[in-house]
Structures are given as C-alpha cells and as structure tokens.
C-alpha cells in the first residue's frame, strides 16, 4: 500500500493552497472530478465571466453610451458571445493545467472517490492509500427543495446554468441568496422572464437590509419579478417546461426551474463514522480554530465542507492556515473581516459581520491572551502559499 504524510480529499480551492506548501513532506491529492474544485468550472469564474458580458452588451444598449456605440447585437447572439467567452475563460471545462500544476510541485494526484475505511487508510476508488494527515476539502452540493412534483420538471442548478448553452426564455429561480440574485440578473439582463422566489422577507438576508432592498430593485429594473415571503408549493411538467403553484395560489410557468436555494456541506459518505466524527446539525465537517476536525487526530477541514462561508477566499484561508500548522507553525484562524459580493452591476460588496448577522463575536483582548497567532492570511516571510 503507497502511504504519503499527507492525504487530501478533494482537490478544491483549500487544496490548491496546500499542496506544494508543506515542505518536506510527500503529498496525494484524492480528486474525483476536476483539479481546482468549483470555483474555476462552474461556479465563480463562470458566472463572473458571464455577468461581466452581460454588463457589456446592457451597457452599450443604453442611450447614455449610443454616441459610442452604433448598434449592438440581439440578446441571442449576445448570449452566444456570453458562452463562447465563459468556455474560453473556463478552458471548456478542462482542468489539465490544474493538474499539471499540482503535479509540478511534487505532489500525487489520485483520480478517484476518496472514502476513509479506518484511521490512516483511505480509498480511492478501490485502491487503498496510507496517511499521516488527511485534509477534507470536499466542497459542497446544491440543496434540493422538498417541492411536490419537482422531478417532473426541467431543473437546472447552478453548474448546468453556468455550463450550458441553452438560452431559456422564462426561468423560475428558488432562492434570493447570492447565487439566486446573481443567475437572476444574468439571465434578465439577456432578456429571459425571470420570476424569484424568495422564501423569507428579503433577498441575501444575511446581509444588512439597506442591501437587500437596493438589491432588490435593481433587479425589477431588469425586469426580474421578484417574490418575497413566497414558496413554491408544487410543480407539475406543461410541455418541455414547468408550471410553478406558488403558495398564495398564484402560478408561475417557465422553460426552466433554476434551483438557488443554497449549499450544503459535501460530508455524505467520506466514512467519517469511522473516525468518530459527528457532523454539525447542518451537516457540516467540525473544526478547531486550526482547522482540526474536532473529535479526531491527523485529521483536518477546509472550504466548504466545513460550514464556515461559502466562499473561494475562505477556502484559500483555510488552507493557508493548515499548510502553516501541518509545517510546524501554530496557526489560528480569525473570520471577523470575510469580505464578500454579489456580482450584479453595480456590485454589492461587505466585509466582516453585519448587524443583522453578527457571527461569532471574538474578544481582542482574549485574543492578546493567547501564545498562537491570529492569522490575517498572509503568508510568513519565506513560506510558500501554492496560490
Ligand atoms: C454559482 C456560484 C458562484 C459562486 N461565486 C463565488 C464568488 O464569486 N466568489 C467566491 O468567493 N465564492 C463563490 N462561490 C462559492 C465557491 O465556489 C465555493 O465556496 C468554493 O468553490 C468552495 O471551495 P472548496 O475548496 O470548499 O470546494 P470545491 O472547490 O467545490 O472543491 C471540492 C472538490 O472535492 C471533490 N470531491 C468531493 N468529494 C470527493 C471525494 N469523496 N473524493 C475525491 N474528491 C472529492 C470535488 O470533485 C471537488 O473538486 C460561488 C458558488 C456558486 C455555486
């Protein structure tokens, strides 16, 4: 059995940061899908590059800009520009440079499922691999609504919204959250009718109100017909599209269901049992502020998986945080300034806790007490970060 000092599972944006960053020590990255996680696939780089021409074409439409600009193209064929560039920018999907870069570090990458069999043993797609240190970065996977009938209609999540080519002319989309807000602008902005539906009583409600409603009216002038404190009942197929029953009986009908309606932590079958891990009520990977899965020795979380904040930077923190304890330093992480964003034009953009969401509060004065280091992110003098 090939054994390494450190096994990571999930070759995602923590990984990224780790592999190459650990001196001195042989590394395997388990990957069962593409090098590089989410972000640069289908998720971030994707939707970024889409909005971005989405902005563009919008822009030049807009009589401010018509001394400029003589004309511009339909939305059809804007939409078509939007995914050339997106597969362009995307490399089509492919993440063979991921790879190669990973590889060039020295590290090992295993193509395959990793699942833990017993403390220091993980497999990988039916081969058995040994390991000092496992890293979970696993990442996460749409949630699915409970909706009556939702597998009878054309369902998109984010990764077929931002992969395919299809330009829907109707689209319902479950969930105000950032992705929600995000596909929805995109999507009217090339004309589609898009109705949201928001199950509480504003859109991105772990951001202060004031952002919400700008938000939200924003995107009623593009035209999106925004639902607050409203569910989706039931959905029932009508030709190749879907009938939405809302629950004030009013009905929505659409091309296409785009569910938005958040993330969970991707922790299903790792065979974390065996290592007497118990996830979080919301199901999420626990750890310390080392990024230690709590409960467990040698074994650490990163991203997603872990419930922190759901974004590429976190996990770029997270595993900056633990290629620095897994190379002997002490290391602690500090989530008091997590900036973030919802891409529409203009951007909508925070930093640290809100009123309305305050997090965990962290004494400075506690923090002065301890002997390990808050870390801002960046790197020591002369450690490399792999990012
Ligand atoms: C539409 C959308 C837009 C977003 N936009 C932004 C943005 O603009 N900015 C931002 O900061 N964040 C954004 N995010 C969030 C961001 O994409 C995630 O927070 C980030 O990708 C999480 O990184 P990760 O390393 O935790 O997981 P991932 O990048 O998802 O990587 C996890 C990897 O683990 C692999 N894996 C899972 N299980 C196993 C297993 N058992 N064995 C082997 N491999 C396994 C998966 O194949 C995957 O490659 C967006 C998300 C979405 C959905």
């Given at each position: ?250 009905a929505v009908d659409a091309d296409v269901v785009i569910l938005a309606a958040g993330r969970h932590p991707r922790s299903q079958g790792l065979g974390l049992d065996r290592l007497g891990v118990a ?109």
């Amino acid at each position: 059995m090939d054994s390494y000092d450190v096994v990571i599972v999930g070759g995602g944006a923590g990984a990224k940061l780790i592999w190459g960053s650990v001196p001195g020590r042989s590394v395997a990255v388990v990957e069962q899908s593409r090098v590089g996680g989410d972000c640069p696939f289908v998720a971030c780089v994707p939707s970024k590059a889409m909005l971005r021409t989405a902005q563009v074409w919008h822009t030049v439409g807009t009589d401010q800009w018509s001394g400029l600009f003589s004309g511009r193209v339909d939305s059809e064929r804007a939409y078509e520009e939007a995914v050339r560039r997106r597969d362009r920018i995307v490399h089509g999907r492919d993440d063979s440079l991921n790879a190669e870069g990973l590889e060039s570090t020295g590290a090992t990458l295993l193509r395959g499922e990793g699942t833990i069999v017993e403390p220091g043993v993980v497999d990988v797609s039916g081969t058995e691999i040994g390991y000092g240190e496992i890293v979970l970065n696993t990442g996460s996977v749409p949630s699915r609504p409970d909706i009556p009938g939702l597998e009878s209609v054309p369902v998109w999540t984010s990764d077929e919204a931002l992969s395919t080519s299809t330009y829907p002319s109707s689209a319902v989309i479950i969930g105000g959250g950032p992705v929600g807000c995000e596909l929805a602008f995109l999507f009217a902005t090339f004309g589609t009718a898009v109705t949201l539906v928001q199950r509480g009583a504003r859109l991105v409600p772990k951001e202060e109100p004031e952002t919400s409603s700008a938000l939200q009216n924003l995107l009623l002038t593009r035209g999106v017909d925004v639902r607050v404190n409203a569910r989706v009942v039931e959905m029932e197929s009508v030709g190749a599209g879907a009938h939405a029953t809302l629950g004030d009986a009013s009905a929505v009908d659409a091309d296409v269901v785009i569910l938005a309606a958040g993330r969970h932590p991707r922790s299903q079958g790792l065979g974390l049992d065996r290592l007497g891990v118990a996830l979080t009520a919301k199901g999420a990977v626990p750890i310390d502020e080392r990024c230690r899965v709590r409960g467990a020795d040698h074994v650490w979380a990163v991203g997603d998986v872990t419930g922190t904040a759901p974004f590429t930077h976190t996990a770029h923190y997270q595993g900056r945080v633990v290629a620095a304890n897994l190379s002997g330093r002490d290391v602690l992480t500090d989530y008091r300034a997590v900036p973030r964003a919802v891409y529409t034009d203009p951007v909508f953009v925070s930093v640290g806790h809100t009123v309305a969401s305050p997090g965990p509060s962290t004494s400075i004065r506690w923090l002065r007490g301890r002997r390990c280091r808050r870390w801002s992110g960046r790197a020591p003098k002369g450690s490399r970060t792999g990012g």
